[in-house]
């Protein structure tokens, strides 16, 4: 299983690494997945990415939709935040296996 998971691990990193050295990620877009491929093992909540980021949430949140519309971020199962303790669950992201076409 662990090499299961390295393998995705350094897909999702080559993959990255390609949309980047291909230009095709805005600077904003490229630093909210700098954070995401940080730690590519755990999902980030958009206030644990805007603390990351140390930006406002609506810029995350923007740059986050955009990410998962191009098919780089998919939604995991819900969680607590450990930034944002609103005593609610809210529904984390990780980075793709590979993005969509």
Known sequence: MWSEIMGAVET???AFFDLRDRGLLTE???E???V???DPSRDWTLGELAFAL???INRV???VTEL???GYLEECEPRFC???RTGRKVTPLRATKQPSP
Do not use: A, C, Y
């Open 12 to 14: 999702r990193n080559e």
């Open 28 to 30: 904003r877009r490229r």
């Open 32 to 34: 909210v997945m700098l």
């Open 36 to 38: 995401v491929h940080s």
């Open 54 to 56: 140390s930006w406002p």
């Open 61 to 63: 949140s923007g740059r």
């Open 68 to 70: 998962k519309e191009i």
């Open 82 to 84: 450990k930034v944002n």
